[in-house]
């Protein structure tokens, strides 16, 4: 009796070892995980849990190798791999026009002085704390922003049908849009523009939309292709989703007219299309906030429902501090409220809220009229730079006779100029000249000034009279 009771406490000590014991636990961690490896031969204590024994798996990783050595190498981003390039680039005279960011006449990136006057006052207020945001994000944020792009008369604000959730940028506004259609709207295709900014197909595909486009430049003049828009918009099915760049087109510069607009406006409203504006140069393409929001007001004042994404990035040079805005005009404010219920539940699981300090100096500047005025100031400069450079390449090119029509640039607008510079003149002006730019023949008006203007001139000059 004393033996069968000293056989079984030292059964239970073995069973108790057995699984305190590193090896038995990796086990069945990889047993509930669906892995087939086994990490030694089946000892006493697995004999009587048959079912937890495992056996190896060709990723195991055991041996030395890595789990991870299958995984390929991929390839830069078109766009901020010209930076990549450029950055290794050990010329002198090289000048890079792959950067989507404002840079001053000196060629350095601009902080705002009314955003540093923000920061500061932001910085000096001991009542400032680091607290979690909404999901939702900043509430005066949000109010100012809907505010800014619709206009302080919009009746859908009045009237309450307006949702408006800090985002991560335009980036993540579209993002969150793209998810939220997925989710709850009845028609899954989005028609996006031929061509647009390279993101764009990357983040709604992995939204879950199906991606289609429709046509927008016309390469022969350099300009919109207003017939072949009407007509592919004309043959999407009823309900399919629109992006629409609300001004500054990237990569093109290419904007419809007012007139275009309300024709376009009449168009998707009778086929009962549902607009998504990608609104990221609000006052920096003209150089005035309202006119260029233009575009989605129209939309917005006819009682029917739309889509805004809103990125601070260029017109408030708060390019790494990520503040967005995805704004929602619903038919009803009830169903806007639903709408906002709904928002938090695809926010929650991505990033759960938003960062406090970009949306803070937003708010700052957008609710104080002293503010706000130095930065419509600044913004017109920053607009009447890019458009200054505009002249000075066309003159430039003028000057120096370069075969061709070159007046689409100063025609486009905004940040971006579409040159209609091949993949071989622009591999040519990179090789020959070190000027950086994307190959569809993008160049940022933005990173020229008035010292790479005769360079940039010379090398298109070059480029488009020996490569063909």
Same mark, same amino acid.
């Given at each position: ?7 079984? #406490? ?41 079912? %937890? ?11 030395? &190798? ?16 010209? #930076?990549?390039?450029? @950055?290794?680039?050990?010329?002198? $005279? ?19 002085? !009314?955003?540093?006057?923000?920061? %500061? ?14 999901? /939702?994000?900043?509430?005066? +944020? ?45 028609? *899954?295709?989005?028609?996006?523009? %031929? ?6 197909? =990357? !983040? ?16 022969? #003049? *350099? ?35 007012? &007139? ?26 003209? &150089? ?10 129209? +939309? ?7 889509? #805004? ?32 219920? %709904?928002? =938090?539940? !695809? ?21 104080? =009229? ?51 510079? @091949?993949?071989?003149?622009?591999? +040519? ?15 940022? $008006? ?18 488009? /009279?020996?490569?063909?």
């Amino acid at each position: 009796m004393a033996h069968d009771k000293a056989g079984k #406490t030292m059964e239970g000590d073995n069973m108790r070892a057995e699984l305190a014991s590193p090896i038995f636990r990796l086990n069945t961690l990889a047993r509930h995980l669906g892995v087939s490896c086994s990490l030694s031969p089946p000892s006493p204590m697995e004999s009587q849990f048959p079912n %937890q024994a495992i056996y190896p798996s060709p990723t195991a990783g055991f041996s030395g &190798g890595s789990v991870f050595a299958n995984v390929v190498q991929a390839p830069e981003d078109p766009i901020l791999g010209v #930076t990549v390039a450029y @950055n290794k680039d050990p010329s002198r $005279m090289k000048v890079n026009l792959g950067v989507g960011a404002y840079r001053t006449e000196e060629g350095k990136p601009l902080v705002l002085n !009314v955003v540093r006057r923000a920061e %500061q006052m932001l910085v000096n207020n001991p009542s400032r704390v680091k607290e979690y945001l909404p999901i /939702t994000g900043l509430a005066d +944020f949000n109010k100012l922003s809907a505010k800014l792009i619709f206009g302080a008369d919009s009746p859908a604000i009045q009237e309450n049908r307006v949702v408006t959730v800090q985002c991560l940028s335009g980036t993540g506004s579209l993002r969150v849009g793209g998810e939220f259609l997925a989710k709850h709207y009845h028609e *899954r295709t989005i028609y996006i523009p %031929q061509p647009t900014w390279g993101n764009h197909t =990357k !983040v709604f595909m992995l939204a879950g939309l199906s991606v289609k486009t429709y046509r927008y430049y016309d390469p022969t #003049t *350099r300009g919109l292709n207003f017939k072949g828009l009407l007509e592919d918009l004309s043959m999407a099915p009823s309900g399919a989703i629109v992006l629409l760049h609300a001004c500054a087109h990237n990569p093109t510069g290419v904007d419809p007219t007012v &007139g275009q607009w309300e024709q376009m406006r009449l168009l998707i409203r009778s086929k009962g299309l549902l607009p998504f504006f990608d609104s990221a140069y609000q006052g920096f393409a003209s &150089g005035s906030l309202d006119a260029d929001a233009q575009s989605v007001r129209m +939309f917005a004042a006819d009682g029917g429902e739309c889509l #805004t994404a809103q990125s601070y990035a260029k017109n408030m040079g708060l390019y790494g501090e990520r503040v967005g805005a995805l704004s929602i005009v619903c038919k009803y404010a009830d169903v806007a409220v639903r709408v906002e219920s %709904q928002l =938090k539940l !695809v926010i929650r699981p991505m990033y759960s809220n938003p960062p406090i300090h970009g949306a803070s100096i937003v708010a700052t500047i957008l609710k104080d =009229k002293e503010m706000y005025y130095e930065w419509t100031v600044e913004l017109k400069a920053m607009a009447n730079r890019i458009i200054n450079m505009r002249q000075q390449l066309f003159d430039a090119l003028r000057a120096r006779g370069t075969p061709g029509d070159w007046t689409h640039i100063i025609k486009q607008i905004g940040m971006f100029t579409f040159t209609g510079l @091949n993949k071989e003149q622009v591999a +040519f002006m990179t090789q020959e000249y070190h000027v950086y730019l994307t190959s569809d023949g993008r160049i940022s $008006m933005a990173g020229l000034n008035s010292k790479t203007v005769p360079h940039l001139a010379d090398a298109i000059h070059a480029a488009v /009279t020996r490569i063909k």
